[in-house]
């Protein structure tokens, strides 16, 4: 089992590494809600940066409007080149976007009330969706 945290700040980072936290997940500003640590790409880099080792999920937990759609691409294949462990969605648009561009970030399929039944996660991890939550 690993442990995975979700900070509420960036400061205690290396005290909770030392402790045995192997991971995190954060916000992409912009494509999430409800996360106190946010980040936009360049910090999200800079994270990577100084962090290679810890295993970093990027959370897209908002539903996206069609005039976003081209920012989520452009999102997504930013954090392909990251080297992100995982994205956490909500919007099916970034199943669609992963498999459009050909992809390898893992999704983490984060749909809150709508992760309840196997079959339903067996088929989404039939179109690439590594992970539920």
């Known amino acids: ?18 402790r045995g936290c192997e991971g995190i997940i954060i ?15 360049n910090q999200i880099k800079l994270l990577r940066e100084k962090y290679p080792n810890l295993e970093i999920f990027i959370s897209m937990n908002k539903n996206f409007f069609n005039d ?8 997504l294949i930013e954090l392909d080149k990251l080297n992100i462990n995982g994205v956490l969605y909500y919007d099916l648009s970034v199943v669609y976007l992963r498999n459009k561009n050909n ?10 009330h709508m992760v309840n039944n196997y079959k339903t996660c067996d088929y989404y991890y039939s179109k690439g ?4 939550l």
């Open 1 to 18: 089992m690993k442990l995975i945290l979700i900070p509420e700040e960036l400061s205690n980072l290396n005290a909770y590494i030392d």
């Open 27 to 41: 916000g992409l500003k912009g494509f999430s809600t409800n996360y106190e640590v946010d980040l936009d790409l």
């Open 68 to 75: 976003e759609l081209e920012k989520v691409e452009e999102s």
């Open 103 to 112: 992809l390898n970030l893992d999704l983490v399929w984060n749909q809150t």
């Open 129 to 132: 969706v590594k992970y539920a």
